[in-house]
T-cell receptor, first 117, second 110 residues
Framework: DGGITQSPKYLFRKEGQNVTLSCEQN?????MYWYRQDPGQGLRLIYY???????QKGDIAEGYSVSREKKESFPLTVTSAQKNPTAFYLC????????????????FGQGTRLTVV | GDSVTQMEGPVTLSEEAFLTINCTYT??????LFWYVQYPGEGLQLLLK?????DKGSNKGFEATYRKETTSFHLEKGSVQVSDSAVYFC?????????FGQGTTLQVKP
């Protein structure tokens, strides 16, 4: 079945450690996104990528890094520079590309809940 | 810049009540508009969408009409159920970057 998979579902990190969250899609989508969601709050965009080997900072990129070496994969690293990393992280993808046909819906993974211990 | 504004929640209703969740947007051009739903502990699922002015998106009894003149995309349902309890997000995608509203929590009581 086509879809978007995030792993792990739960992740615990010690202070000062870097951790990497996995996001894989088999939908052949060009665009991928990472969002952060805090309790009772909306989604804040961390990074997004429109095409392989290219990505842009979102609204809250500080303390995070990404790579897009393959079309189907968009891992997110939460670095030790991120002062408050405990949150629910959501990855999404959409068949989006430059030009007129931008208006396609996004598909989301089930999320990774990261907790700093 | 482009943005989405949703009514603040939580919204608490009794079963079979009528639901309206307001959504207004600011965007250049004429982007498609979306409503997503998030059940506890899960990712977001697309609920419905509309791709041009006056389009009505519908799914599972929910409806929303793309109103260009009022830049709105309000979500409605005639009779809510307890199983509709979730967080609802309005969204648009004007230039390849998804933009979401803050989300509105709906609680439906039996």
């Amino acid at each position: 079945d086509g879809g978007i998979t995030q792993s792990p579902k739960y992740l615990f990190r010690k202070e000062g450690q870097n951790v990497t969250l996995s996001c894989e899609q088999n939908l052949n989508h060009d665009a991928m996104y990472w969002y952060r969601q805090d309790p009772g709050q909306g989604l804040r965009l961390i990074y997004y990528s429109q095409i392989v080997n290219d990505f842009q900072k979102g609204d809250i990129a500080e303390g995070y890094s990404v790579s897009r070496e393959k079309k189907e994969s968009f891992p997110l690293t939460v670095t030790s520079a991120q002062k408050n990393p405990t949150a629910f992280y959501l990855c999404a993808s959409s068949a989006s590309f430059s030009g007129f046909l931008l208006n396609t819906e996004a598909f989301f993974g089930q999320g990774t809940r990261l907790t700093v211990v | 810049g482009d943005s989405v504004t949703q009514m603040e929640g939580p919204v608490t209703l009794s079963e079979e009540a009528f639901l309206t969740i307001n959504c207004t947007y600011t965007a250049t051009g004429y982007p498609s508009l979306f409503w997503y739903v998030q059940y506890p502990g899960e990712g977001l699922q697309l609920l419905l969408k509309a791709t041009k002015a006056d389009d009505k998106g519908s799914n599972k009894g929910f409806e929303a009409t793309y109103r260009k003149e009022t830049t709105s995309f309000h979500l409605e349902k005639g009779s809510v159920q307890v199983s509709d309890s979730a967080v609802y997000f309005c969204a648009l995608c004007p230039t390849g970057k998804l933009i979401f509203g803050q989300g509105t929590t709906l609680q439906v009581k039996p």
